[in-house]
């Protein structure tokens, strides 16, 4: 239901990884809990640290950052139809170079970005009868304009490329969890979201003004049990 089961302090120079690690053996020997997935966001792990985990034996479900990953081509390209998990979540798994990855698509999301750049390829061809130099200079406008000495277009060719973004997100997993199961448990992050935003703001753990450790320990265990 979202609510914490436990929390551990460490010290700050300890590695992710490592926190991660004695979370699980900890929920593990503490709750008798046979099976952990670790589930995170696009900016939470590098690729350094998702090797990490699964040599420690533990499985994963994470965000990818779609425009910097190489493998993308390969996996938003492979054909599959998709698999309707609710009205707004459709799922399709797609395995690229040993790696298992679940596209979600969002069809109600793809329809607002498709219109949403319409709109935006309107004004660009709006402005661009009225001169261009300022468009060039204009990052949000600039990825969709061809430039050719003194001849500026749109760049059909970014907007095809944009397009297959619309209303995607991508996962990575080593887990053997069905796609939509993969999809559902990352989808449930906006609980732990909700958590962190809370504790920090509404009940104010952070900044920590103390100074001694059995201090710091205290102040976080009363927001703990105040959240």
Not at 79 to 86: A, D, E, F, I, L
Not at 163 to 174: C, I, M, P, Q, S
Request: glycine letters at 8%; aromatic letters at 8%; a positive charge.
């Amino acid at each position: 239901d979202g609510k914490p089961v436990a929390h551990q302090v460490f010290p700050g120079n300890t590695a992710d990884v490592d926190t991660f690690k004695m979370a699980m053996e900890d929920l593990k020997k503490r709750f008798k809990i046979r099976r952990v997935i670790l589930v995170g966001d696009r900016g939470m792990v590098s690729r350094k640290v998702l090797r990490q985990i699964e040599d420690s034996g533990l499985e994963y479900i994470v965000g990818v950052r779609m425009r910097r990953l190489k493998a993308m081509d390969g996996v938003l390209n492979r054909p599959g139809r998709y698999r309707t998990v609710k009205k707004n979540l459709k799922v399709k798994e797609v395995v690229e170079n040993g790696t298992r990855y679940i596209v979600c698509l969002n069809p109600e999301e793809a329809e607002r970005d498709r219109k949403a750049r319409e709109e935006m390829v309107a004004k660009l061809e709006q402005k661009l009868k009225s001169g261009f130099k300022s468009l060039v200079g204009n990052r949000g406008y600039r990825r969709y304009l061809k430039v050719d000495g003194a001849e500026v277009t749109i760049n059909q060719e970014a907007l095809k490329e944009e397009a297959r973004f619309d209303g995607k997100y991508v996962l990575e997993t080593n887990s053997e969890l069905a796609p939509d199961e993969v999809a559902m448990a990352y989808k449930d992050l906006w609980r732990v979201e909700r958590a962190f935003r809370e504790l920090k703001s509404g009940l104010d753990l952070r900044p920590i003004y103390h100074w001694s450790e059995s201090r710091v320990r205290g102040h976080i265990m009363v927001c703990f049990l105040a959240f």
